[in-house]
């Protein structure tokens, strides 16, 4: 399948003239779109909630956009809960998922009201005497072992550690937990668990979901906790690569109904017996980041540099500060350079940043039409997990966002940083003379 930006050359050149690249564009038309059919997917379940994990794209704009489309939020730390308080999202529209918490982020999450997802056992005494456990409360769960998808539909194999994994409470923990928890005063109970990441196969959260509904039964035999809802998490993911198969919400939702039939309902969970049990109301909860908005932005960056000596090198200014994916993982991103959509890929090319590491790589050994210098290059799948993961390194400075409104009109959503916000912190001394612009 071919890849296609979602803005042309002409496009990019007007943006250029007010802001400068390297920058992060988003579509919210593409947004909005995607949004809506999440929320159609899953619409049979009457409590569905997506929360957006913020820390894919932490942007107020676009974080309003969502919660415009009926999306609440997923935070992980006190500055992203500020900043859902900011864009006026608090109570149960937050879902607050931490580990190794500091008591400050615990305080703050039980005072904006947010469901609280506790990480570990130890966790219940801790919000015991940090602030005071709440009525609604969720523990995350962790099946350890090895997760795996083989032979899917898809022909697409998915193979995680929980075992591993530093997040999470064996069943005997999370029966110990809810326990406690219930003691001290919770009515209401979630469960969440994460068992992979950036799947590409329809079959991951109907596999997921399985885990937590048969969980959700063997939980509420234990220990009688009224379950409200089952948080399903992330890790659907996107097809960063042309040839990868594209996840279908609308099947995977589907899928998660079959899926809450077959398990809840039999055992006194679903809609016809459920309120007998005391568990009318599970609700299904999602935290999408990559999926909500990774195919939704794009790194827009301009060739400065050519270097021929053992390889081909194109340089551009932009590096692995505005994406570091490339650079920290070896992950794949989609290049285009726009206006020659339709050229053949007959020069092979190092895409590079100009950091200090030779990871600092777009792409390695890359066929791309033949660059030249001051072409505009667009680097696919670039909305979540791209400026969020941004840094300092050799004192280069994050680049600007912006909007791509459904009007076709351009809208700057975050500034470019200057010198002066790379030496703020320094504010408090007179010792030195630096930039403040």
């Given amino acids: ?26 579509d919210e038309k593409g947004i909005r779109e995607n949004a809506r059919a999440l929320n159609k997917a899953f619409s049979w379940n009457k409590g569905y909630k997506e929360y957006f994990a913020v820390k894919a794209t932490p942007n107020p704009y676009l974080m309003k956009i969502l919660q ?6 997923d935070c992980s730390s006190y500055t992203e809960l500020e900043l859902c308080e900011a864009c006026g999202i608090t109570g149960s529209d937050i879902m607050f998922s931490s580990n190794v918490t500091p008591v400050q982020d615990m305080k703050k999450a039980y005072e904006l009201g947010a469901n609280i997802n506790l990480d570990d056992l130890t966790h219940v005494e801790f919000i015991k005497k940090v602030c005071g456990v709440p009525k609604t409360i969720c523990c995350r769960y962790n099946p350890g072992g090895v997760f795996k998808l083989a032979d899917s539909e898809e022909k697409v194999q998915v193979m995680d550690t929980p075992g591993d994994s530093k997040y999470g409470m064996s069943e005997e923990q999370m029966v110990e937990a809810f326990t406690e928890l219930k003691k001290a005063g919770a009515e209401e109970f979630g469960i969440h668990a994460f068992l992979a990441s950036n799947t590409v196969s329809n079959e991951y959260y109907p596999e997921l979901a399985g885990i937590l509904f048969n969980l959700a039964v063997r939980l509420h035999k234990k220990t009688g906790v009224h379950i409200k809802f089952i948080n399903l998490s992330g890790g659907v993911g996107v ?3 042309p040839e990868q198969p594209k996840n279908d919400i609308a099947i995977i939702g589907e899928g998660v109904r079959k899926k809450f039939e077959e398990i809840l309902v039999p055992e006194g969970m679903g809609d016809v017996v459920m309120v007998p049990a005391g568990m009318g109301d599970v609700a299904i909860f999602t935290e999408l980041g990559r999926f909500m908005l990774a195919p939704y932005g794009g790194l827009v960056t301009k060739a400065i540099h050519e270097k021929h000596i053992y390889k081909e090198y194109i340089g551009v200014d932009a590096c ?19 206006g020659k959509e339709n050229e053949p890929c007959d020069h092979k090319y190092d895409v590079t940043g100009g950091l200090c590491e030779n990871n600092d790589k777009f792409a390695i050994d890359r066929m791309l039409p033949k660059i030249d210098m001051g072409d505009i290059i667009y680097i696919h799948d670039a909305g979540a997990h791209g400026f969020s993961m941004g840094y300092n ?14 009007d076709g009109s351009h809208k700057l959503i975050r500034r470019a940083e200057t010198p002066g916000d790379y030496f703020a912190t320094f504010d408090f001394s007179d010792d030195f003379k630096l930039p403040k612009d």
């Avoid at 296609?4 to 007007?14: G, N, R, Y």
């Avoid at 390194?393 to 600007?400: C, D, E, F, T």
């Fill in 393 to 406: 390194y050799n004192g280069k400075l994050r680049s600007a966002e912006v909007l791509l409104k459904e």
């Fill in 68 to 73: 415009e489309e009926g999306c609440g939020m």
């Fill in 1 to 26: 399948m071919e890849k296609k930006p979602f803005i042309t050359l002409e496009q990019a050149k007007d943006i250029i003239k007010d802001i400068p690249t390297p920058f992060h564009i988003y």
């Fill in 320 to 338: 692995a500060v505005n994406l570091m994916r490339p650079a920290m993982y070896g992950s794949y991103h989609h290049i285009t350079v726009l």
């Fill in 239 to 241: 097809d960063y690569k």
